[in-house]
């Protein structure tokens, strides 16, 4: 079945199962890698993408309910600018990684958490992290980072806003 997926401002036609996990259809088919296969369960959130902005796990998500959506994945956050999104230069900040293989997942987890909600408090971050895991971890920075990005993110806006850079 010909599926037309558009992820990161592009548009995909693909012809696949319309069953198959939008995980692979995003690595196999479109060759975006940045998006983790880690449980297959919607267990880790490796998998985390955007569907229309809000965070989904990719590995149980069928490709068809995608059919037509706005998909953003780790490799679309990037600013028009090319500039690292300010999750993504918290994580680096605040030097986050450490094996790095849940960091697409949870800064995409932690892209939506922001966009939803500017300022969360600590609780809010642990809520919607919490389908996160990270083997190493680092859950301590990861907090520290959302808050980092949520400052700039916040401090951006009142410049914007006002027009002052």
């Keep these: ?13 693909v012809d696949v199962d319309p069953a198959t996990p939008l995980l692979w ?8 890698v ?3 296969y880690g449980c297959g369960i919607a267990q880790c959130g490796a ?3 955007h569907l229309n902005g809000a965070a989904i796990r990719s590995c149980v998500t069928p490709v068809q309910a995608a059919d037509g959506q706005q998909i953003t994945t780790i490799e679309g956050i990037r600013r028009n600018d090319g500039t690292l999104h300010p999750v993504q230069q918290a994580w ?9 293989y849940c960091q697409s997942g949870q800064i995409m987890s932690a892209t939506a ?8 408090s600590g609780e809010d971050i642990d809520r919607a992290m919490s389908g996160n895991v990270c083997r190493c971890g680092t859950y301590g920075r990861i907090r520290k980072g959302i808050e ?18």
């Design 1 to 13: 079945m010909m599926i037309t997926l558009n992820i990161n401002g592009e548009t995909h036609a």
């Design 25 to 32: 259809v995003i690595r196999e088919q479109i060759g975006l």
């Design 34 to 36: 940045g998006t983790k």
């Design 47 to 49: 998998c985390t993408v």
């Design 92 to 100: 680096i900040d605040e030097q986050i990684p450490q094996c790095g």
């Design 113 to 120: 958490l922001l966009m939803e909600n500017p300022s969360p």
């Design 148 to 165: 980092r990005a949520a400052i700039v993110m916040a401090h951006e806006a009142v410049v914007e806003d006002t027009g002052n850079g």
